[in-house]
């Protein structure tokens, strides 16, 4: 990681998208944005670019809301409550409000961020860095702050390689050998190669730095623009390239490896994807590491006791294997493996979980056994219920993914209860 400037975070307003639906994720996300869905056992999505930006120095912070917002924004006034005015700090929530002449809704990225002009003006900040509130990831930003100011950027990009095959999902660069972008294509058919690999592709983050004042005028000027979709993907960023202002920043300069050796960072955007990064996390040694103080995921403090395992006979014992267990679980006389549970789960005797992720306040009741599952918030599986053994039975009830990950709702459960009554 490169060396970090000690003040460009003291002047810089984050400023994160985060009202988008996630409707990759399906059911996970019909009550609540995609921000807002539960990671890592204690944590939510949102979280981490939340911390980046603390971690960063970063100390004045904007969040940008639309869907479903209520479970995004009752979790950041629990924890993100800790901004003191009189220190020149701020964490702001901003509701799509209808704020504009023609009263609509956000259309796009980067009307979101035009619909609140003079509020950013009141921030009185030199930079704005733009992020996505949806990806899981530690970066320090003030390397790439850095990196901006000293290029001279009209615009800064984060970026980072992928597999050539799954660009198509990204916003894809193509630059010189010394960083400046040539061309950039929003999610195109055929992906740009890199300069260095034709099998690799260098894809947008997501994560945009400029200054606010040039932001400003670039804004308004879309605004204008009856044929803009106002989105920074499709419309801004094309315009700027053309300009020739737009520098590439790599996340290998500014991914905080914080103990491993491995840059993380994860689009967890589908079910599958979900579900793997949340399972990577039992690993011996992770590639997120979520046990150093140095660059801490922070998050709200829930005043729960510590997990419990209990039974311990022949016939039934509470046991968690290559698991992670949150505060306030309770396994009783059941057996977890390669799993996952969130804050106060209770999974009862002769149960088992295998390769599961179990959101808060789940309960599993006795001689359940459920493999490859996904299941939601406050979710009750009913006793016996066997889901991840017969693909085709699990998919008249449930959400059944092509690599057969299953994702369990109370509605599904619902739905399935119905039938047999």
């Not at 014992?317 to 267990?325: D, E, F, N, P, Y």
Request: with cysteine; net charge negative; hydrophobic share 40%.
């Amino acid at each position: 990681m490169a060396r970090r400037s000690s003040s460009l975070g003291r002047e810089t307003l984050a400023f994160v998208l985060a009202g988008g639906r996630g409707s990759r994720i399906r059911e996970m996300t019909d009550n609540r944005c995609k921000p807002a869905v539960h990671f890592g056992g204690k944590m939510r999505i949102i979280d981490f670019a939340l911390s980046n930006a603390v971690n960063s120095n970063i100390r004045k912070i904007a969040l940008a809301t639309q869907y479903k917002s209520h479970s995004l924004i009752r979790h950041c006034h629990s924890t993100w409550n800790f901004m003191q005015r009189d220190r020149d700090e701020v964490f702001d929530i901003l509701p799509a409000s209808q704020r504009t002449v023609d009263g609509s809704w956000y259309k796009g990225t980067a009307d979101a961020v035009y619909q609140n002009l003079d509020i950013i003006d009141d921030y009185d900040v030199k930079y704005v860095l733009i992020l996505a509130g949806d990806h899981i990831y530690k970066m320090d930003y003030e390397v790439m702050l850095q990196q901006h100011v000293e290029t001279g950027a009209g615009m800064t990009i984060g970026c980072l390689t992928v597999d050539r095959n799954a660009a198509s999902a990204f916003g894809v660069l193509d630059v010189d050998d010394q960083g400046w972008v040539r061309q950039f294509d929003e999610k195109p058919l055929d992906p740009m190669p890199t300069l260095e690999d034709d099998s690799k592709s260098l894809v947008s983050m997501g994560i945009y730095v400029f200054e606010w004042k040039s932001l400003r005028e670039i804004l308004i000027a879309d605004a204008n623009d009856e044929t803009s979709g106002h989105d920074f993907g499709n419309d801004i960023i094309p315009r700027m390239v053309n300009d020739g202002r737009v520098s590439a920043h790599r996340f290998s300069d500014s991914c905080v490896l914080d103990g491993v050796t491995t840059e993380y960072w994860r689009d967890v955007g589908t079910l599958d994807a979900y579900w793997q990064a949340n399972i990577d996390l039992t690993d011996f040694t992770p590639e997120l590491n979520l046990y150093s103080n140095r660059w801490p995921i922070w998050t709200v403090n829930t005043n729960a006791p510590p997990a419990k395992f209990i039974h311990d006979s022949d016939d039934r014992r509470g046991v968690a294997l290559s698991s992670l267990i949150s505060h306030g679980c309770i396994i009783s006389g059941a057996e977890v493996r390669r799993s996952l549970l969130s804050l106060g789960v209770h999974v009862n005797s002769f149960a088992s979980l295998d390769q599961c992720v179990v959101n808060p306040e789940a309960k599993i009741q006795r001689f359940a056994k459920l493999r490859r599952t996904i299941v939601d918030r406050g979710v009750e599986i009913p006793k016996g219920l066997m889901v991840g053994y017969d693909p085709d039975e699990d998919r008249r009830w449930f959400r059944v993914t092509d690599n057969g990950i299953t994702l369990i709702t109370q509605e599904m459960l619902a739905t399935r209860a119905q039938y047999w009554s």
